[in-house]
Nanobody, 123 residues
Framework: QVQLVESGGGLVQAGGSLRLSCVAS????????VGWFRQAPGKEREFVAR??????????YYADFVKGRFTISRDNAKNTVYLQMNSLKPEDTAIYYC??????????????WGQGTQVTVSS
């Protein structure tokens, strides 16, 4: 049984930082594309960042609105993917989800999802 568990969310002031973690069981992250998505109230879930499989070089991709501020990384030994979020803005407030599968930037391309972690950025 595959399970993804996110952690690290919380309340932070604008300009601050948070690091989200996503730990997998029943699935090897290095063999899957792993993405971070977010969903704000009343909005659709949107792509934030992803990291490709190890054999494709672990390439990273970002949505334009987080480039230069967020960094996705993977620790294969811990089977964990991270999302380092710096220079946070109030508009980054959302529930953040990690997902694994063969996907790129569409929510429909990922097979497995975590339960989400709330990130709230105060102005």
């Amino acid at each position: 049984q595959v399970q993804l568990v996110e952690s690290g969310g919380g309340l932070v002031q604008a300009g601050g930082s948070l690091r989200l973690s996503c730990v997998a069981s029943g699935l090897t992250f290095s063999s899957n594309n792993v993405g971070w998505f977010r969903q704000a109230p009343g909005k659709e879930r949107e792509f934030v960042a992803r990291i490709s499989t190890s054999w494709t070089g672990g390439r990273t991709y970002y949505a334009d609105f987080v480039k230069g501020r967020f960094t996705i990384s993977r620790d294969n030994a811990k089977n964990t993917v991270y999302l380092q979020m710096n220079s946070l803005k109030p508009e980054d407030t959302a529930i953040y989800y990690c997902a694994a599968g063969a996907g790129r930037e569409s929510v429909y391309e990922y097979n497995y999802w975590g339960q989400g972690t709330q990130v709230t950025v105060s102005s």
